[in-house]
Every structure is written in C-alpha cells, then in structure tokens.
C-alpha cells in the first residue's frame, strides 16, 4: 500500500570529537548515512549567517527531499546541533579535525540510537532541467483489493531543476518527492525510492500522454498518464505533524463523523464498523449498511472478510507450536510435507518456517491458477496438489531469508505445513488453538448457516456488489478467514494484555522478530507488521479482497488497539481510518470515489472462426516489462498477459463486430478492445480501453 513518510529508520552511532577548534560552519557541506530501510543515502547541509547565530537547509538528495527548514541550530566551538521538523529528525556533532569534518548522529522516530552520519565540505550536483514534460499528469492503477489508486504527478522546471511530485489522491498521501527524472527522446523514467517505485513510459507523438508502468517493490502496473484536465488536488501537500508521547483515542462522535463522511461524502464504502479497546474497556462505532437494496444496518456482529489479516492466526499458530515443542521455527518446510514433496532451495539453502511466516522465503506472491476466468478466481482453484506441483518446478530467484517480499503463497504453504503436522484441516487447527480459547465464536473460514444472515455483501471501488472471496486450500491460510468486531476485539485484548489467555507468550515472542519490511517504514515481525510514530509502536497488518477490507492494530504499551472492517475495497476504507484511530496519523478528506464506467458487456457475442481470427493473433506490447499475448480458443479470441516474462491467466475475449471486442478486467468491469486492421497482413497494433485508461499496444517484434 503508498505512504509518505519522512522519518528515516535509523541505527549506529559515531561520535569523534577533534581537539582542534572547528571551521565555521556556513556554507554546504555533504554526507553518507546507511539506513537499514533505504541504503545508502547521500545528504546535504547548506548553512548561512543569521541574525543572532545560523539558518539553513538539509537536502536528501537520494530520496528526493530538498530544502527541508532548519530549526534551532547551535553551533558552537566543536559542536553543531539542529532540529529538521520536516523529517522529525534531529543532527547532533563534533568537530573531528583530523578529518575536517562533522561526525555525529541523525536521531528520528522509532531510533533508539541514531544513525551515523559525517559531513565534510561539499556542494551537491545540479538538478538537472528536464524539457518538454512540465504539468501535471494524471493517471491510475487497478491495485486489485486496493480498488482503483488515482496517481497524480506534478513536473516543474525552475532554477534549481526539474522537480516531481507524487500526489496518491485514494490515499490522501500528497507530496511524495521523486529523486531523479530522465528523458531520452520518447522514453521517460522517474525515480521513488522513498517509496522503492519507479515509473517508466513512452511520451506520446503529441505530448499529451505518456504510456508505460509503475513498479513498486515487486508489484507491477500498466499506467497511462495525460496532461492536464482537472486536476484532483488534496487539500495540502504537507504531512501533519503527529502528537507526541500517548495519543487520546477520539471518542465515539468523532469516529462516526468519519465513517459518515467516508460513505455519505466521499463514496468510499457501504458499510463499516470500528471497533476500539483499552484498559478502559471496549467500544464499538459502525456506520452504513450490509448491502445497498435491503439497507441492514452493519454492527459489531457483522461478518466481514478480513482477507491477508487471516495471516497473524497463520503466524500465531507457529509460534505457538514453536513454544510447545511441535515445530521449530528454522525447521524447513518440507519436514512437513508429504514424503518426496520437492521444494526449491538456493545453494543449499532450505526454506524455512520462520521465513515464511515474514515473507523472506523468495516465493512468488501467488500460486498460478490456469483454470482462471475471472480476475477475482485468482485464488480460487488453488489445491494441494497444484501446489506440490508448482514448488516441484519453481526456481528460487535468490536465497530464503536475504530479502523481504510479500507472498500470500508463502504464508499458503505454512498454513499447509502446520495443518499436516497438527493432523486436522487449517480452519480446524485455527479455532482448536485460536478462536476458541479466544471465545471467538463468529470468526471462521467457511461460514455456518446460523451466520449466514450476518455476513456483509462486499463492493468493488465503484460501490458495485462482488461475489465472497474464495480461495482454495493452498493459500487459505493467507486470507480466508472472516470475522465482526466483537470477535476481534477479542484477539486484541489478548494481544495487548487486558485479557490473560495461554496464547499471551506466543503472541509477545512473534514481536521479537523485527526486520525490514514492506516500503514505507513498516518493519516485519512473524505475520504482524511494525509500524513506528511519534505516538509509539503500532502493531498492524491490513487486508483486502475483492470487495471488503479490514485493519487491525494495537500499542503494546499503551495496550490500546482498534479494528476497522469495511465492506468495499480500498485503502481508503480501513487502513487510514486505523491509523488515525490508533496513532493520531491524519487523516484527509478525500475527493468523492469515480463514478462506474458504464457497461460493456451488454452486447452480445458472435462467434469467430480460426480463420477470421488469424489476423488478431499474435504478441502486443503494452510498457517496457506487459506482453498481451492474444490467443484463440473454443471461437473466440484469448488475452494473457506477460508481466516481466511471467504469463498471466488466459482469459476470453468476446467478439461483437468489425473490429471491436471486449474482455474481463477484473472487479466486474470490461475492456474493450478496437483492433487496427491491415489489409496486407496482420494487426499491427490495437487499443486497450480500460477502467485505468487508454492504451495503445503495438505487434512486438521481439
């Protein structure tokens, strides 16, 4: 998920104090700092006389931030100290003179050390100035459970460069700084390493469009941008500062305020329901409806899909086993696994349980499923046996435990593992050591009759109904489970101790883990994620289907937790609302969600003979790293696409005439698809007309 934060995970101290009396300290001076995070970043201190002592600057140059304001500065004989309240961070030096120059610390949020920094005389490169590209662009990416993330880039050119600007309208994160832009001719790529993503496109004949994709971290996109139109603004492009020390939870008005204006103003929901505890006890505040025709109110009995949250009882289960002898946490997987089960290894490396459970074990994000027609099937038809099949031929891209990235097949895989070994069914082994010494008696996987009529109806971004989420029992251990408020706030107040429970030493030793994670500061524990701010440690995973969404957090320390459950996809309905709850992170008003494209799929199909399909058949390329590669079968036309060499599912394409077509495009919606016909030979080239944009794919010739 993107968000901009500005602190810099931090760790090391170096400290050299010179006996020689330091230079003055105006003028530019440069520096390297390792953060575990982000690497290497390359900063920049410009310092100027002021009226009564020193004003001045700090770039970081390698994520993109430039003339973040000084506050406070104290330079003194072989000292100098300064506060940057755009990064929350804080400089503090000595004078080393052997080496001429400053050696001290960069202290932020969540570092209890700081992280070691020299700056010696030094005046940053120039900005180069980009031609051609100034204004603001605007485009999207179909994030599946995410829903439809609008992106709007802002390119300026002045004296000091061309800069940009990432503004994530869905997100309410405004501001997110690029470190470097390039052109060649057509070709145009921009830097995000705040936020590991990068975008890379072809600039349209005309100049009005650039064609190409956004990548973050593992994730790939298809994006077109187009200049200008009305633009959709948020209403600032500064973070707000977040309290310091305990934050107050807001009251029950102030939570339903929210949700009201969520639904009602901004269309981001049907309906949701918070849930917070504390020592002071629990509470529940929901807002909005089960469905939109019968209008049911939601409360904190309702059944909502918590998707990739299911993965903290996948973990819990494992540290559980872990500490009553079952299983070892660096015990390889295939210790479990049916006898002659072939998993990938790297240079003799095994996958481990342990990495599993942090996504460190080099897996894809999802287990292929070719028998897929629909996007939202992705993880329907996903058995054992298919399973056994792909890790018998999968090759491992690097070595388990070297890098995070995030695999709901991985986490599958250890639902699998532990089942074997408990000798009963994933959902069983969940409410025999879980749920039901927890009293969660609304929380499962597959839903009983008795529940039936508490079960909210999911949506899609366009506020549309979807169909429950089904995943086969390969990776239900990843994202199956469904549960209401009542029932979480149940595991939260064991998580956070105001409750006793058996489960207490387990659940405290999956927080001892701590390692990079995901971009945008989260650090990976076993299943939860790490979140560090002002207001403390925030314990968290988020997830999302395709239709509902749900966040839970809590604060170790202050033992306060919350639970968000939304029935409609999107961030934009659970994750914000969390944080906020939780931890103080503001939280936007958000222009209201995009209207439904109209239909599509109303017309009907007329069947196509092989020879009538021969000139659509063929390879397209969409961006530097998609094929769509169309196919025939069974009298009509095929898509697949390839993103980064990896085939797709193969999906139909309906003909409707001439050259028009249409195609499944996951959360109900359709593409359609004009072909451009060449009398002499094949198609040279068609147009892919999506909820994202419009696309235009040319025959490859590679």
């Known amino acids: 998920m993107m968000r901009k934060i500005l602190g810099l995970i ?15 300290p105006e003028g530019d001076w440069m520096g390297v700092m390792t953060a575990p995070t982000y690497g290497d970043l390359t900063m920049a201190l410009h310092l100027r006389k002021a009226p009564g002592g020193y004003e001045g600057t700090m770039d970081d140059i390698t994520l993109g931030y430039r003339g973040l304001a000084l506050k406070g500065v104290e330079a003194s004989g072989e000292r100098l100290a300064f506060d940057i309240p755009g990064a929350r961070a804080r400089f503090e030096a000595t004078w080393d003179a052997a080496a001429s120059q400053w050696a001290g610390v960069w202290k932020s949020p969540g570092a209890e050390h700081g992280l070691a920094l020299r700056l010696a ?11 051609g590209l100034d204004g603001d662009w605007q485009g999207a990416i179909n994030a599946g459970p995410a829903g439809l993330l609008r992106l709007v880039f802002h390119i300026r050119t002045g004296a000091d460069g061309t800069r940009v600007a990432l503004d994530s309208v869905d997100q309410g994160a405004a501001g997110a700084p690029a470190s470097a832009i390039r052109r060649d001719d057509r070709d145009v790529e921009i830097d995000f390493p705040l936020l590991k993503a990068q ?3 072809q600039l349209s004949d005309d100049g009005a469009s650039i064609q190409g994709e956004f990548t973050q971290g593992p994730a790939l996109f298809p994006l077109v941008l187009k200049r200008g139109g009305d633009v959709i603004s948020l209403p600032d492009s500064k973070r707000a500062a977040l309290p310091p020390g305990v934050w107050r939870l807001p009251d029950d008005h102030a939570i339903r305020q929210i949700l009201a204006r969520r639904i009602d103003t901004e269309r981001r929901g049907v309906g949701i329901v918070v849930g917070v505890i504390s020592p002071a006890g629990r509470r529940v505040v929901a807002y909005g409806a089960l469905d939109r025709v019968g209008r049911r109110p939601v409360d904190g009995d309702t059944l909502f899909e918590i998707g990739s949250v299911t993965k903290t ?7 559980d086993m872990a500490l009553r002898g079952e299983v070892g946490l660096d015990d390889p997987v295939s210790k479990y696994l049916p006898a002659g089960t072939k998993v990938p290894s790297f240079g003799g490396h095994q996958i481990t349980l342990r990495q599993l459970a942090t996504h460190t074990a080099a897996l ?11 996007t939202e099937d992705v993880f329907a038809h996903t058995s054992e046996a298919d399973l056994y099949s792909f890790l018998a031929t999968y090759p491992l ?7 995070w990235e995030y695999s709901n097949l991985g986490v599958g895989l250890l ?4 089942s074997r070994r408990a000798g009963v069914d994933i959902e069983t082994l969940v409410r025999q050591r879980i749920t039901g010494p927890l009293g969660m008696t609304s929380t499962t996987m597959t839903v009983p009759e008795s529940l039936q009529a508490r079960l909210a109806t999911g949506h899609d971004a366009y506020l549309r109904p979807t169909t429950p989420i089904a995943i086969g029992p390969a990776e239900a251990a990843a994202g199956l489970i469904r549960s209401s408020a009542n029932d979480m706030l149940k595991l939260l107040a064991a998580e956070t101790g105001n ?7 387990a659940m405290d030793a999956m927080l001892t883990q701590d390692r990079a994670g995901m971009p945008g500061g989260f650090r990976q524990a076993l299943g939860w994620m790490l979140l560090d701010l002002p207001s403390g440690r925030i314990v968290n995973h988020s997830g999302g289907t395709f239709g509902q969404r749900a966040f839970a957090a809590f604060n170790p320390k202050t033992r306060q937790g919350v639970i968000v459950l939304s029935n409609a996809e999107g961030v934009t309905g659970a994750d914000d609302i969390g944080l906020h709850v939780i931890a103080g992170v503001s939280i936007r008003p958000l222009p209201p969600a995009p209207l439904p494209p109209a239909a599509r799929d109303a017309r009907a199909e007329i069947p196509l003979s092989p020879d009538a399909a021969r000139p659509y058949l063929g390879r397209y390329r969409m961006s530097r790293s998609i094929v769509m590669v169309i196919g025939y079968a069974d009298g009509h036309l095929t898509y697949q696409a390839e993103a980064r060499g990896k085939p797709g599912p193969v999906l139909p394409v309906a003909w409707h005439g001439g050259a028009d077509f249409s195609a499944p495009n996951g959360g109900g919606d359709s593409a359609e698809l004009t072909f451009q016909l060449d009398d002499a030979g094949p198609a040279p080239a068609f147009i892919w007309r999506g909820p994202v944009g419009e696309f235009r794919l040319r025959r490859a010739r590679d």
Request: cysteine-free.
């Open 10 to 24: 931090a760790a090391g101290l170096i400290g050299v104090a010179g006996a020689a009396r330091a230079e003055p």
């Open 121 to 131: 005389r030094g005046t940053p490169p120039p900005t180069p100035a980009i031609q």
């Open 199 to 201: 975008v890379t496109g």
């Open 313 to 319: 009882f996948t973990a819990l289960l494992l540290q």
């Open 364 to 374: 894809p994000h999802d287990l292929p499923s070719p028998g897929m027609t629909r």
């Open 397 to 403: 891209p690097r070595e388990p435990g070297s890098e």
């Open 415 to 418: 639902g699998v593992a532990l």
């Open 499 to 505: 409750v006793k429970t058996p489960l207490k030493p």
